[in-house]
């Protein structure tokens, strides 16, 4: 026992987060003696301590700091490797500086929350599905509807964009791992913590986090303590997507294979430089606005007491400029997946390469130019909304280049519509309703009228469910063969897609309609003219909620007995499909070189890259070329 | 199909020693583009605290300075310490690649008491202010924007105090100063936001 709590693990953890909160309760209880407070203990008081420090202790006793202390202390430290790779199941449950191992540690964990977060969706649907109240009181049901969004969006749809990546990109690039595997093993161990610290708010007095998830001040100023909970585990998840960012940025500046220029690289790794480069810029802003939350909450400053000359408005200001770009931050890596997909599935290069990566940067610049937006019936100075109704309009177009670039490549490919291309030509349709509703919404008059209604509801759930969550969908079906080796079952994928499909639809299209007539948001009870279309609404999301079970039955049942797929089931070029799957423990013998585009499909003989052990000549083919085999270009 | 040109390889030795050599495909080095993007990601976090110091001065109107004045005098001398104390963290750097462990292991110290000196002084100031983060918003912001660059200053510290432990057990030298570099690097940003700090807080 006692050689197991010296050995980083659960047992250390478990004895660490012991000693933190121990060592939080001597803290507080020090301190306010000390500086003669009364009472000496205040139990929120080292609440509000413990969830910022045992964190730490948690992380330091799974693991995570070992190898920079013994490097902090001075001693010579070597990388035997000895936490690479997974050798059994038990692995996936450490400290790991695998690649590929963290991986699906992201995907497996951002699912589990996702489920919960589902979950909870559904009890809000219960809630809804008749005027008056049906199972849960108000405050509950704001707590409910605050953490489904809070976990979707900072524990689901952001990381596993970081885990699909992080499992593919290093494959992609020709790098045998990330620039900097031991912080990404500590950015992947941060997310477990920020969630079960957002599900633990329930068992606080007064309730879970109530606010929304963008927990405007002075409401989370004033809340009961369950907000705390929010506030700081914001802080976790915004510091694990910070370090992935950096590490991606860093991997795809610095160790690309020989031969992959910028305009080489798959359009997967563009959409995660643009997003990383989101991360780093903008993340940093939601973190100030829950540092000053806190600062309110527990020490008493007055950033957000108007008594105090405080100004309540500067909460959204900061809180949307990183909010704004988020909603990049959880599409841009699903535009990169798209990309994949529909080349490799419609058997042609994607069409206008360069521009799909330029519109990504644009996105990227614009996204900066149109947080008030979110802001056009706060009260803020009436001049700044003009700008940004302008600005929010001009980013539609790099998204449509993007989008018509989309169709282009579909034009006269040789489409197989399997699973993910599903997903794919899915995503194409659901996320143009969700940018027409966004221009929609841009516009200052209608605005104003639809702010705080369902139609904003509907909005986001088109781009983050139809958007998003497609473009997840379609990755994880793409790239399953590569990381179990096994083939998923293609009936209940394309079961999975259709019942998903259809009844996202029958669930949030109607939402535009009594939205419009003015059924307000946030609110646990409702007119009773909505009520039909409430009824149907909360029919179709249980659809969508079993659908999920199905696509859940079918990976795990796939990973265990699904036929072997072979290392390159799609016939795809891209390099993460020349190794075996799934990839050996170090990705390469060697590293290949590049020696050509990405997505040359219909090219004869066009390669993307070479491996040493065996050199092709490459074959050098005109853009254009015809060719005779290919049935795209014989017209 | 245009893949099957390609040779899968799939005998691959699972007992393989460590990773194939990384192409190394542009001249910065990893470590140092590292805390460059992390010190990108620093300077927005003061950005969104001086966008709540320029709002509650600028928009909000609150009173500036709060309470009966700063003691800009203190501050400029505290400035001088940390502008000297990057001088001396420069000269560490020099003397690792030029392998001399005597002048790297003075400089080492002389930086970390240069900065240890400021968070001293800084702290003695927060208690002669005569008012708290309490008092009122200016206060809040006050505390707020040099309470987080002292944070930094703490964090650089530590950074520091790792090279330390290191140059003192012998292990930094020409071939071997990231481990000094890096940290380097995170101090002169901590310098030159104190510089930005000082300005719009006690001068402007």
Redesign the interface.
């Known amino acids: 026992m006692a050689a197991k709590i010296r050995q980083p693990g659960w047992y250390r953890a478990l004895a660490y987060s012991i000693l933190g909160v121990l060592f939080c309760l001597g803290l507080s209880t020090g301190l306010r003696a000390a500086f003669a407070v009364d009472p000496v203990y205040d139990g929120e008081s080292v609440l509000q301590i413990s969830l910022l420090t045992v964190p730490l202790f948690f992380l330091g006793g799974i693991g995570c700091f070992d190898y920079w202390l013994r490097?902090?202390?001075?001693r010579?430290v070597v990388d035997d490797?000895a936490d690479h790779g997974a050798k059994s199941w038990r692995d996936y449950f450490k400290v790991n500086t695998d690649h590929k191992v963290i991986g699906i540690q992201y995907i497996c964990t951002s699912f589990f929350f996702m489920f919960i977060g589902g979950l909870m969706a559904m009890l809000v649907r219960a809630e809804l599905a008749a005027p008056g109240r049906q199972f849960v009181d108000p405050n509950t049901y704001n707590g409910i509807f605050s953490v489904h969004a809070t976990l979707l969006i900072f524990l689901f749809v952001i990381p596993v964009f970081a885990g699909i990546a992080n499992y593919v990109l290093p494959l992609m690039i020709?790098?045998?791992?990330m620039?900097?595997p031991r912080l990404n093993a500590l950015s992947f161990w941060m997310l477990p913590v920020a969630g079960v610290m957002m599900l633990l708010s329930f068992l606080a007095p007064g309730g879970s986090f109530a606010a929304g998830w963008t927990a405007y001040a002075p409401l989370s100023v004033d809340a009961p303590i369950g907000q705390a909970f929010f506030t700081i585990a914001v802080q976790f998840a915004g510091a694990s997507s910070?370090a992935t960012a950096?590490?991606f940025?860093?991997t795809i500046?610095?160790?690309?294979?020989?031969g992959?220029t910028f305009f080489r690289m798959p359009l997967l790794v563009w959409a995660n430089f643009s997003t990383s480069l989101l991360v780093?810029?903008?993340?940093?802003?939601i973190?100030?606005?829950q540092?000053?939350v806190i600062?309110?909450r527990a020490?008493?400053?007055?950033?957000f007491?108007p008594a105090?000359?405080?100004?309540v408005?500067?909460y959204q200001?900061?809180f949307w400029?990183y909010s704004h770009p988020a909603v990049y931050i959880m599409m841009l890596p699903g535009f990169g997946i798209i990309s994949e997909v529909l080349a490799t599935r419609s058997r042609k290069p994607v069409f206008g390469y360069r521009m799909m990566a330029f519109s990504l940067l644009a996105i990227v610049l614009l996204g900066f130019t149109v947080w008030a937006h979110h802001m056009f019936v706060s009260g803020m100075s009436d001049w700044i909304r003009i700008p940004m109704m302008i600005t929010t309009a001009i980013i539609a177009i790099p998204t449509g280049i993007k989008i018509f670039s989309w169709i282009a490549t579909l034009w006269r490919g040789v489409l197989k519509m399997d699973t993910p291309m599903l997903f794919a030509i899915g995503f194409i349709a659901m996320f143009t309703l969700g940018g027409i509703s966004g221009v929609m919404l841009a516009m200052v008059p209608l605005d104003i009228h639809v702010s705080d209604t369902y139609f904003i509801v509907a909005h986001i759930h088109y781009v983050l469910f139809g958007g998003s969550l497609f473009t997840i969908y379609a990755g994880i079906y793409f790239w399953f063969p590569k990381m179990t080796g096994r083939m998923f079952n293609e009936r209940l994928g394309k079961l999975h897609f259709w019942l998903t499909f259809i009844f996202f639809n029958v669930t949030f299209a109607p939402m535009h309609l009594i939205g419009v007539q003015g059924m307000p948001r946030r609110v646990s009870d409702y007119a009773d003219q909505f009520a039909t279309w409430n009824l149907i609404i909360s029919v179709a999301s249980f659809v969508v909620g079993l659908s999920t079970l199905i696509f859940l039955y079918n990976m795990i049942i796939s990973w265990r007995t699904g036929p072997k797929a072979g290392?390159?089931p799609w016939?795809?070029?891209t390099i993460e499909?020349?190794?075996?799957s799934p990839p050996?423990?170090?990705?390469?013998?060697?590293?290949p070189s590049v020696v050509g585009g990405p997505y040359?499909?219909?090219?004869?003989?066009?390669?993307h890259?070479?491996?040493d052990?065996?050199k092709?000549e490459p074959?050098a083919v005109a853009a254009g070329a015809s060719a005779d085999a290919s049935p795209e270009e014989t017209d | 199909?245009?893949?099957?040109?390609?040779?899968?390889?799939?005998t691959?030795?699972?007992h393989?020693h460590?990773?194939?050599?990384?192409?190394?495909?542009?001249r910065?080095?990893?470590e140092v583009?590292?805390i460059l993007?992390?010190i990108?990601?620093?300077i927005?976090?003061f950005?969104?605290?001086f966008?709540?110091y320029f709002?509650?001065r600028v928009?909000?109107a609150?009173?500036w300075p709060p309470g009966e004045g700063l003691p800009v005098a203190v501050a400029g001398i505290n400035c001088a310490i940390l502008l000297s104390s990057s001088v001396t963290m420069h000269w560490t750097d020099v003397s690792a690649k030029r392998d001399n462990q005597m002048a790297m292991r003075i400089g080492i110290v002389t930086t970390f008491l240069l900065g240890l000196t400021f968070l001293f002084i800084q702290i003695n100031e927060y208690l002669h202010l005569g008012f708290t983060?309490?008092?009122?918003?200016?206060?809040?912001?006050f505390?707020?924007l040099t309470g987080?660059h002292g944070a930094h200053v703490l964090i650089g510290l530590l950074l520091l105090w790792?090279s330390a432990?290191?140059i003192?057990?012998g292990?930094v030298g020409p071939d071997h100063h990231r481990?000094l570099e890096v940290p380097g690097i995170y101090w002169h940003f901590v310098d030159a936001m104190w510089i930005v700090v000082f300005t719009t807080i006690y001068v402007l």
């Open positions: 490097w902090a202390s001075g010579t490797h020709g790098a045998p791992d620039a900097f910070i950096l590490n940025l860093v500046i610095t160790m690309r294979a020989p992959m780093v810029i903008a993340t940093p802003f973190a100030a606005s540092f000053m600062l309110d020490l008493g400053f007055n950033f007491n105090g000359g405080g100004d408005l500067m200001h900061v400029f290392s390159n016939n795809s070029l499909w020349q190794v075996s050996p423990i170090f990705n390469f013998d060697a590293i040359e499909y219909g090219v004869p003989g066009a390669v890259a070479v491996f052990d065996a092709p074959v | 199909m245009e893949a099957a040109s390609i040779p899968t390889p799939t691959h030795d699972d393989h460590g990773p194939p050599i990384a192409n190394q495909s542009s910065v080095n990893s583009l590292g993007l992390f990108i990601s620093e927005m976090l950005g969104a605290f966008a709540a709002f509650i928009v909000s609150d009173g983060p309490k008092t009122s918003a200016s206060a809040s912001v505390f707020g987080l790792m432990v290191r003192f057990k292990k481990g």
